[in-house]
């Protein structure tokens, strides 16, 4: 059983667009993390969140926590080739335990 | 570079065999994770140690075991291979469980 959702499962864009990804949970999350993987590499961290509405940025990246702590959304302007990848968020609970997405496999087309 | 160091990087072997994957946490690190990763699909989590316990399985079959040795490293064994267990493998570690966890660049096992 997936205990989170990210959509959408796919995306497909032309440099240049603004684009945005979704992870949600029926739990209430203590942290989240977002993380990007490159084909035949691991997943890199990019960002964590704690605080119900809580917003991070990151260059041309912005994370944002749900008040409730249910779900998150990363947000990409001006997409370019290099953010092609594929974008996995990651849940923490009050009992330390942390589980992943299936993720959101982005291409970005020059 | 997260830290996390996994040998080998590539695996070739045939069907029935067994082979043994290591992984290296980050320095101070006392909880590890081992992931399977399969061509073009998402992380699908094996089992989790912390501190030399384990604390957490996933879909982890019976043919694969793993363990954390005193020095904090980490082993997983596959045994009886089948052609579907071709994929990346993945370890990661974390501070404590729950943390942000760092990922190792994988080892990339086939099976002919």
């Known amino acids: 059983t997936q205990l989170l959702e990210q959509s959408p499962q796919f995306l497909s864009i032309q440099e240049g667009e603004n684009l945005t990804v979704y992870c949600n949970s029926s739990?209430?999350?203590?942290?989240l993390q977002w993380y990007r993987q490159e084909p035949g590499e691991g997943p890199v961290l990019l960002v964590t969140?704690?605080?119900?509405?809580e917003v991070k940025k990151l260059k041309r990246l912005t994370f944002q926590f749900g008040d409730a702590r249910k779900d998150s959304s990363l947000h990409i302007t001006a997409a370019q080739p290099g953010d092609t990848g594929l974008y996995l968020c990651?849940?923490?609970?009050?009992?330390?335990?942390?589980?992943f997405g299936a993720g959101t496999r982005l291409t970005v087309k020059p | 570079d997260s830290g996390v160091t996994q040998t080998p990087k590539h695996l070739i072997t045939a069907t029935g065999q067994r082979v043994t994957l290591r992984c290296s946490p980050r320095?101070?690190?006392?909880?590890v994770y081992w992931y399977q990763q399969s061509l073009d699909q998402g992380l699908q989590f094996l089992i989790q140690?912390?501190?030399?316990?384990?604390?957490a399985k996933g879909n982890i079959l019976e043919r694969f075991s793993a363990q954390q040795f005193p020095d904090l490293h980490s082993e997983l064994n596959l045994s009886s291979l089948e052609l579907g267990d071709s994929a990346l493998y993945f370890c990661?570690?974390?501070?404590?469980?729950?943390?942000?966890?760092?990922f190792g660049p994988g080892t990339r096992l086939t099976v002919t």
């Open positions: 990651a849940g923490g609970w009050n009992n330390n335990d942390m589980r």
């Open positions: 320095s101070g690190d006392l909880s």
């Open positions: 990661a570690s974390s501070v404590v469980p729950g943390y942000e966890q760092y």
């Open positions: 739990s209430v999350f203590s942290s």
């Open positions: 969140v704690v605080t119900g509405g």
């Open positions: 140690y912390y501190n030399g316990e384990e604390r």
